[in-house]
């Protein structure tokens, strides 16, 4: 799947993000596992709500980072819409 800024993410369906309390850490859940996320994945994936475009995503956390993100921003997504964790 190939994501342009224009593409708008949206966490499959069978998913969900949510606080694992063991591990003190976001963590995504989806049938077959589990991923652990750092907070910048987490803040990535939680704007992934199929109302944000991938270029407002990096604009919201280019301002609340104070760095150009977008390649970071890209690179995850692209990663997460090749496990099928995210659609656009």
């Known amino acids: 799947m190939q994501l342009d800024p224009d593409s708008v993410p949206k966490l499959w369906r069978m998913t969900r993000l949510q606080f694992d309390p063991v591990r003190q850490r976001p963590v995504l859940l989806y049938p ?12 990535i994936l939680e704007l992934c ?10 604009s919201i ?15 995850y997504l692209k990663l997460m819409a090749e496990r099928e964790l995210i659609r656009a």
């Open 32 to 43: 077959e596992g589990a991923v652990l996320l750092n907070d910048t994945g987490a803040a």
């Open 49 to 58: 709500n199929g109302s944000n475009t991938v270029g407002q995503i990096v």
């Open 61 to 75: 956390l280019a301002e609340r980072y104070g760095a150009d993100v977008s390649t970071d921003v890209s690179e």
